[in-house]
Each structure stands twice: as C-alpha cells, then as structure tokens.
C-alpha cells in the first residue's frame, strides 16, 4: 500500500536530524567558541604585554640615546678643556714673573746689609717686553764710592751673575762706571753705571722642518 508523507521534509520523521548529532553539534561549537574566547584572551593579553615591553624598552632606548648624546658632548668639552689648559699653561711658561726677578734683585742690593762689599741704587727701571727676542731691563744704577775703593761696582756685578734670575740672561752690559758728585748722598761720590740685563726668549720658534726629514722625537723626561 502506498503512503504519501504531505508534511514538510523538516518534520518528516525520516528526514529529522538525530538529537546526537544536534547535541555533538553543538557541544563543539561551545568548545569552538570556548577556544577561540580562550585563544583571544591569551592571544590580547600577551600582545597588550608586549606592546607595554616595547614601549619601556623604546623608552630605555631614547634615555640611553640621550645620554649616549650628552656623552660626546661631556667628550667634546673635556677635549676642549685639556686644549685650553695646554695653551695656559704653554702662555705660563712664556710668561716670566717679575715680580720674582724684583724680589731676587733687591736681594742682590740689599745684599744681606753687607754695606761695605756695595752700597747700589736705581733711579729707575725700564722694561721693554718681547717674548720672541727677549725682554730688555735698563737701569741707571749708582753705587756709592768710598775712600780709593773702586771694587765695588766689580762686586755688585758678580753678585748680579750670582743671583737666581742670572741663568736666565741672554747677555749684562760690562761694569763700566764714572764718578758724579751728589749734594744728597753721605758720601757725596758715586760711581754710576748703566746696567741693561738682557733676557732670554720665553717663547722659542721650532725650525720649520725640511722636505723629507724625519721629525725628532723628544727625549723621555729624566725622573
């Protein structure tokens, strides 16, 4: 006997889908969704940890850009620094101190008191600079003139060349002298002379050197 099923195919009994399969069915699209939720959290959460370490490290980086930075500056200032203490310390040693050579030169007239070896007096002192030439000191000097003794400039010129500054002459006029008559001094005579010290050049001038000669190099200082 023939039958015909007029119901629609979704509610014909033959054609249901079996509870199994819509319970399986859906139990994985739980487990899907469940994994990709999962997968989602961890997959963010590690990508935001990420982001968060590069961004310190991006911040280390520029920190240690900027000290990196001010390195070569504090670099550049420090050879500039030891440039600038060369050349003051090259102008020191081109510099003579004066006030030391006056020091030493009234010791040489003062003579410890001693009077009787000379009795010497300037009337004035002129200095005519030159660090390449040498400085030029002129003075018209007097010693007093006693009795027949006639030594006395002879002595105050060796005590000149005896003074501490007289290694550093390049050359001292001769004791050359003349009587004068003083209506101030007790005794009146003095022989006068004048006394030009000429220094050595503080700065000396290297040689330029010649076509294919080796450059010398400076002895080791002695300890």
């Given amino acids: 006997m023939i039958r015909i099923n007029l119901l629609p195919a979704d509610l014909r009994r033959g054609n249901r889908i079996a509870a199994r399969v819509i319970a399986s069915a859906f139990g994985a699209a739980v487990a899907v969704s469940v994994s990709v939720g999962w ?3 961890v ?5 935001a940890t990420a982001e968060t370490s590069l961004q310190e490290v991006e911040a280390k980086l520029a920190e240690k850009e900027k000290r ?7 670099e550049a200032n420090k050879k500039d620094y ?11 040693k081109s510099r003579r101190i004066w006030s030391r050579f006056l020091d030493e030169l009234i010791d040489v007239v003062n003579n410890n008191g001693d009077t009787e070896r000379h009795l010497a007096w ?9 660090a390449k030439g ?3 000191v002129t003075m018209p000097a007097a010693v007093q003139f006693k009795d027949a003794d006639r030594d006395k400039v002879a002595n105050f010129h060796e005590d000149v060349e005896a003074a501490p500054f007289f290694p550093e002459l ?3 006029s001769d004791p050359t002298w003349r009587t004068e008559e003083s209506k101030i001094h007790t005794p009146p005579k003095s022989m006068v002379f004048p006394l030009t010290l000429q220094f050595k050049p503080t700065v000396v001038e290297a040689a330029p050197a010649k076509a294919g000669a080796k450059t010398p190099v400076p002895a080791p200082a002695k300890k």
Avoid: E, M, P, W
């Fill in 134 to 136: 040498g400085a030029t």
């Fill in 170 to 172: 390049a050359s001292k």
């Fill in 43 to 47: 997959y963010f959460g590690d990508l």
């Fill in 39 to 41: 997968f989602g959290i």
């Fill in 68 to 74: 990196v930075v001010y390195y070569d500056l504090l």
């Fill in 122 to 130: 300037f009337d004035a002192i002129t200095v005519k600079a030159d």
């Fill in 82 to 92: 030891a440039a600038r203490v060369q050349a003051i310390q090259d102008i020191g």
